[in-house]
């Protein structure tokens, strides 16, 4: 209904959550008519490349970032909040300000920090404390699942807290993984 209401008619792929904020923030940025044109790709494929979509849009707010540099940050936070006990973790704004600098190697400035502020798949946890925490726990295992990627590309930039990871990767992290290292190490 909610969807029939904003103009779309087309069955949605069966791995998209029906939650209606993420339907809303989809179609509102012009990327569930993308996901619906590849609705019958493997979930792990497909939220690699939702992920891919809705940081290329965040981006598109700051002229010196790209898609990827958001999602990096992002990967860099997923990854950090698998030493928590929690298991959407818990990001303060230091946290994302040094996940910022760690990818860029930069201070965030005017223009970022807005970026920052409203990254995509984090909701405010406590405002008295200005931390936020993962709402989505299949964006938040595909972002993880990134981040491991990367490691395996480069084993000698050691993701920040490697040794202490409480929480493992679910299936759609591992898909985007296998991904990841297939497509990068095809062997001839």
Avoid at 30 to 43: H, M, R, S, V
Avoid at 67 to 90: D, F, P
Wanted: hydrophobic share 45%.
């Amino acid at each position: 209904e909610f969807l029939s209401a904003h103009g779309f008619a087309a069955e949605l792929p069966a791995w998209l959550p029906r939650r209606p904020l993420l339907l809303a923030y989809l179609a509102v940025k012009g990327i569930l008519a993308q996901i619906l044109t590849g609705a019958d790709e493997e979930p792990g494929v497909a939220w690699d490349a939702l992920m891919n979509m809705v940081c290329r849009r965040e981006a598109e707010i700051h002229s010196t970032l790209d898609g990827g540099t958001v999602r990096a940050v992002l990967e860099m936070l997923a990854s950090t909040t698998r030493a928590q006990a929690s298991e959407h973790g818990v990001i303060t704004g230091d946290d994302i300000a040094k996940a910022f600098r760690s990818i860029t190697g930069a201070e965030p400035d005017a223009l970022a920090r807005p970026l920052l502020n409203r990254l995509p798949g984090i909701g405010v946890l406590d405002p008295q404390k200005g931390t936020r925490t993962f709402i989505d726990v299949q964006m938040l295992d595909v972002l993880r699942g990134g981040d491991v990627a990367k490691y395996i590309d480069s084993p000698w930039s050691v993701p920040p807290s490697i040794l202490n990871w409480q929480h493992g990767l679910g299936p759609l992290g591992i898909a985007v993984v296998a991904r990841g290292v297939t497509a990068r190490h095809k062997v001839q």
